[in-house]
C-alpha cells in the first residue's frame, strides 16, 4: 500500500494506467538505468528527464534526443514547466503528468513552517547561459532542441560527476550550487575547467559565471527541492547579464577568486558596476 508522502507525490500515468512517482529527478530513455525504460530504438539512450525545481514545480527537459520530446503535441526546445494534466509523448510512448498539489491551497502552516526550515549556509554558486539561444531558435525544428538538450545533458553530467546541484533550469541556461565543504573549492575549479574546455570545442557557445557567498536557503527537506535567496543569488543573476554585456565567457567574483587561492589561476578583467548594487565591483576571468 502506498504511504501519504506517495499519494501527494507528482507521478507520471502510461497509456496503460502504470504510475510512476517522481522525486527529485526522473530520467526517461531506453537505456535501463533510467526511472522510466522504453525499449525501443526511437528513444535515446538517455532521452530526457522530469526536473524538480522548488516546491511544486517540476520542469521537462530533453537531453538532445534523436527525436525528440513533445509536451502537449508541441516539441520541447528548451526546458518547460509542466502543469497538472500535460501530455508527455516520446516516440510511440505517451504519458500524462500529475500532479493535483499544484492546485491546492497551502496549509495555514506553510509561513511558519518555511521561516523555521530556513537556513544560512555559505555557497558556490554557478550560471550558465547559451549566447545565442535566439539563433539557436531559428535553426530547423529538429536541429534546434537536439543542440540545446546535449547541451544540457553533457552540463548535468559535469556538474553532478563534481558533487554539485542544477537548482534551476533557465531556459537557455541553469543555475548550480555546491555547499562550502571541504573538497568543495577543487570540484568548483574542475568544473570551471572542464566547462572552459566544452567553450572551446561545443556548439552552443555559452558563459559561466562564479560566486562565493552566504545564501538563505530553505522551503524543503530536501536540499535539492529548496529555495536559494538573499543579495548574493540576485547579485550573480546580474553579474551573468554583466559578462554577456563585457563578452567575457568566464568570469569569477573576487569572493570566488580568493576562495580558490592557488588551484586556478586567474587575471583581472577589471572592476564593473551590477545593476541594482552599488558601486563597483572586481572581476576575474581565467
Not at 539557436?136 to 553533457?154: C, F, H, K, Y
Not at 567553450?199 to 552566504?214: C, I, N, S
Not at 565567457?249 to 552599488?278: C, D, M, N, W, Y
Amino acid at each position: 500500500m502506498l504511504d501519504s508522502k506517495a499519494l501527494s507525490a507528482p507521478w507520471l500515468q502510461s497509456q496503460s494506467g502504470e504510475r510512476t512517482f517522481i522525486g527529485d529527478s526522473c530520467q526517461i530513455g531506453r537505456g535501463p538505468n533510467n526511472t522510466v525504460s522504453l525499449p525501443s530504438e526511437k528513444v535515446s539512450r538517455r532521452h530526457a528527464i522530469v526536473h524538480a525545481q522548488g516546491q511544486n514545480e517540476f520542469w521537462l527537459i530533453d537531453l538532445g534526443s534523436a527525436n525528440g520530446t513533445y509536451l502537449n503535441g508541441r516539441r520541447v526546445g528548451q526546458p518547460t514547466r509542466l502543469s497538472d494534466s500535460d501530455i508527455i509523448t516520446i516516440a510511440d510512448y505517451r504519458f500524462q503528468f500529475f500532479h493535483p498539489e499544484q492546485s491546492r491551497p497551502a496549509e495555514t502552516d506553510t509561513a511558519n513552517k518555511t521561516i523555521q526550515e530556513i537556513r544560512n549556509l555559505n555557497l558556490w554558486m554557478l550560471v550558465a547561459d547559451v549566447e545565442a539561444g535566439t539563433q539557436i531558435a531559428q535553426r530547423t525544428p529538429e536541429e534546434a532542441p537536439r543542440v540545446m538538450g546535449r547541451w544540457l545533458a553533457s552540463s548535468k553530467q559535469v556538474i553532478d560527476e563534481n558533487g554539485g546541484t542544477i537548482n534551476k533550469f533557465l531556459g537557455d541556461g541553469f543555475f548550480a550550487y555546491w555547499i562550502d565543504k571541504e573538497g568543495a573549492p577543487a570540484a568548483v575549479a574542475k568544473t570551471m575547467n572542464t566547462f572552459k574546455q566544452a567553450q572551446e570545442r561545443t556548439d552552443p557557445r555559452f558563459r559561466v559565471v562564479v560566486h562565493y557567498g552566504k545564501v538563505f536557503v530553505g522551503g524543503a527537506a530536501n536540499m535539492g527541492e529548496d529555495s536559494l535567496m538573499g543579495n548574493e543569488v540576485n547579485f550573480i543573476f546580474r553579474m551573468e547579464k554583466l559578462a554577456a554585456k563585457l563578452g567575457q565567457q568566464r568570469l569569477l567574483t573576487e569572493a570566488a577568486t580568493k576562495q580558490l587561492g592557488p588551484i586556478i589561476q586567474t587575471e583581472s578583467a577589471g572592476s564593473h558596476p551590477v545593476a541594482s548594487f552599488e558601486g563597483e565591483f572586481p572581476f576575474f576571468t581565467f
